[in-house]
């Protein structure tokens, strides 16, 4: 008889297990709506229309406590990991108190894909009131399906200082708006343009060549004498982390626009041009062979990491090389460390011999990710839900944004600069960790990113490295990129879909096999000729159309 | 007695299947008591979420869902079928598992016999602990040291050249892509995938061993008579469950391991349809290659076990 109850009592709480993995399941699968259901069912007609009908908008912070938004948020501004939930972040939580608004923050559960979490996020019954996202290139389509509102009308009224800022430049303005001309969302920008955009470029060996007697190559005759006389001095090769200098390295000194990965670049026509199928591709090819066969570029590059590049640049094999901002801290620091004695600076793209320089790694210092207003947000709260969202783009919103609150993580020094208080610099889990628990446009967020938050976090050296690639090249930085903001209708993505993958693919395969020499370069125009049997000329075709759009917004 | 039992057998032939079910059910209720749980987690969890393959036919949209998304017929696998690179992926997936099969199925069995060798229970542990080791290693942090060693400064290299070869990345050469794959493969994982051997060894009898030894049997000939056939069921069982899995190989690992150099030998079906991802949340897309991908494997499954029934008269249904 014992024996059977016991096995009862097994098969029951079999059972009781299984049922609560099913609760759990759902309880996961469905996050983020849950809650929204609540504030949903929680501001019904009645609270909510004397709440707005005597809402005037008087400053920060409101007077609207009791209302609530819920906002998702997919990257950039989300948890820092030192937190469980957004109440003890100090960033989040604030940002509630200086708005005067009750936000209840949703993330995607750490660790998990940011683009699962968000179509799980549209996939389920209620939608957040605001989410941030990349939904430059799909807005018209959300608007049309009904997940995301069209805010034209109110833009003015209702975000004044976000509505000032887009128009102080033409791109912003264009780039925030539908094909249609219809203003969505508020995105991401970086003070001074593209300042952080070009976050990489060259950086030599200073030290190396003090000592051999050489001055800063400039053009790339210039680099052929210092890689030659790095290689027989002391055996360096060029080198440096393939995946950084894939999308364009250098080719700006040949007239070209890419190097390894498919790249489409706006020409001086206005055209979308392929870089991969340019002439002046082909020469920028030809060098890179020309240092692979000779020795002086690194055999081992192709399958260089950052890691890797850091070893080799403290085991001094490496003198002439293309990395980030962060990764020359890191390799300074290095040699700090190890007494080395090497001297790592930042060093001014190349040009060509006869001052050729077409383009710079960069941008237009606006992120891909962009805060929207989705249609689960009532009337009554749109208004409150747009003051939130203008509060970032205000004077006072920057600051908080960017620094924290003023008096708590930052003060002005005597020269009227920001500067951080002890509660940030004396932080045990580091700067840069204190940083991004008090701000919100580390990475990206709905804000102005100021330039001086780069500088309060980057070492010395490469902020002086990102100001030499930046600023003497800023005309040629952006103006050449196919921006964030076109947009592609169903049919068109569809189409880029079926044929993209195939070209970039071939691309890329052509592009070592020319560096490495396993191809030879008589074959161009074959290879050429191949592209347009791939259906390249459909491809530039979509994306000139996207882009006349684009610019006739 | 006899005459008895065969009228009860009759008239329960007479019962119609509802009655018949629940008469078992009442004789048997615990034990379908026990299995009910399993049938629920299959149902929710294998078997209901089957549904969403019909995403494949369509251009799924998350916010439209399934109700709403536009129904496009076989547009995706057209897509993928005609694609340029199709047979080269197919080819290389199928190289690639199919050498890991080769290669990397027989060496846990070999490990086990070997460790099933050892008298020194001291000595079986340690080599036992050192072997599963690499197995709790990242991925990542295994590739890393792969790359590091297969550089053209690295120690292969400098083997190579010690043996009068020449210095190179291995890594940059289509010729080595498969072996490097595979032999870090089994490293990682001879170790581990052995245990379940061991444990396969240890039931069987050792009164057999006895007898073959009074019979005059060696060492070898006690393997292959006694402990090779004790393992055969779980060998089987383990390759046929294997081949079923023919077409899956991570994309991680070769992501990780892989350049523009070596796409032509290492550039398999996930990865391509990874890389594609980027551009775009292509979902009804690669739900299209993942049922390509189930499909081909449901085929091999059914054609091993088909096989072994045959030969081995080993099966799993």
Known sequence: ???????????????????????????????????????????????????????????????????KLTWWVGHGFTLHESYASYEESPFHSGLSEHVGVDIEWQFPTAGTDGAQAFNLMLASDTLPDIFYWNVMRDAERYIDEGVIRDLTEYMPKYSPAYYKFIQSNEIYDKSMKTDSGKYYGYGFFREDGGWNDTYQGPVVRQDWLDELGLESPETISDWDNVLRAFNEKYGAVLTFPWYRFKSTGISGAFGAYGAIDFQLYIDDNGKVQL????????????????????????????????????????????????????????????????GTGAKWVGLQYPKG??????????????????????????DEKLEIAMRVLDYAYTDEGH??????????TWDYDENGEVAYTELVTEDPDGLNNAIAKYSGSVWSGSCIQATKLLYLKNSEESIKANDLWFY?????????????GITLTVEESNELDDLVSAISTYVSEKAVNYITGEESFDGFNDYVAQLDKMGLQRVLEIYQGAYDRFMAR | MIKESSITTK?????????????????????????????????????????????????????????????????????????????????NTVSISGLNILFGFPAPIILALLLNEIQSSWFK???????????????????SLVKIYCQSNGIFSQIAVALGGNAQNFLMNTKYFYPIYVISDIWKNVGWNSIIYLAALSSIDQEQYEAAKIDGAGRFRQMFHITLPGLLPTIMVLFILRMGGLLNVGYEKILLLYSEVTYEVADVISTYVYRKGILNAAFSYSTAVGLFNSVVNVFFLVLTNTISKKTTEMHLF
Request: aromatic fraction near 14%.
């Open chain 2, 125 to 143: 542990r340690t080599v036992q602990t050192i072997t599963y080791m690499p197995y709790f290693i990242s991925l990542v942090v295994v590739c």
């Open chain 1, 275 to 338: 870089a991969q199928a340019q002439e002046e591709w082909k020469n920028y090819m030809a060098k890179l062979n020309e240092w692979w066969k000779t020795g002086l570029l690194d055999q081992d590059v192709m399958t260089t990491d950052d890691d890797i590049a850091r070893t080799k640049a403290l085991n001094g094999v490496v003198g002439l090389s293309y990395t980030s901002m962060g990764q020359l801290t890191n390799w300074i620091s290095d040699a700090n460390s190890a």
């Open chain 2, 11 to 91: 008239r329960i032939n007479h019962y119609s299947l509802t009655q018949t079910l629940s008469r078992d059910f009442k004789i048997n209720k615990y034990k379908y008591l026990i299995i009910l749980p399993i049938i629920v987690y299959l149902i929710l969890f294998a078997y209901k979420p089957m549904y969403g393959i019909i995403i494949a036919f369509m251009d799924y949209r998350p916010h439209l869902g399934i109700a709403n998304s536009k129904w496009v017929g076989l547009r995706h696998f057209k897509t993928f079928f005609n694609d340029v690179y199709f047979w080269r992926l197919l080819r």
């Open chain 1, 472 to 484: 003497p090249n800023e005309e040629v930085t952006a103006k050449w990129k196919l921006t964030n």
């Open chain 1, 1 to 67: 008889m014992a024996k059977r109850v016991l096995s009862i009592l097994l098969v029951l709480s079999l059972f009781v297990f299984v049922l609560a993995g099913c609760s759990t399941s759902k309880t996961t699968t469905d996050e983020g709506t849950d809650s929204t259901t609540d504030t949903q069912t929680d501001t019904p007609t009645d609270t909510d229309d004397e709440e707005t009908e005597g809402f005037a908008f008087t400053g920060y912070p409101m007077d609207a406590k009791d209302v």
């Open chain 1, 399 to 408: 600051l908080y944004w960017n620094f924290g609150t003023k008096g708590v």
């Open chain 1, 353 to 378: 011999d006869d001052g050729t320089l077409s383009m710079v790694f960069g941008g237009y210092g606006i992120g891909e990710g962009i805060s929207v207003i989705t249609t689960s947000c009532p």
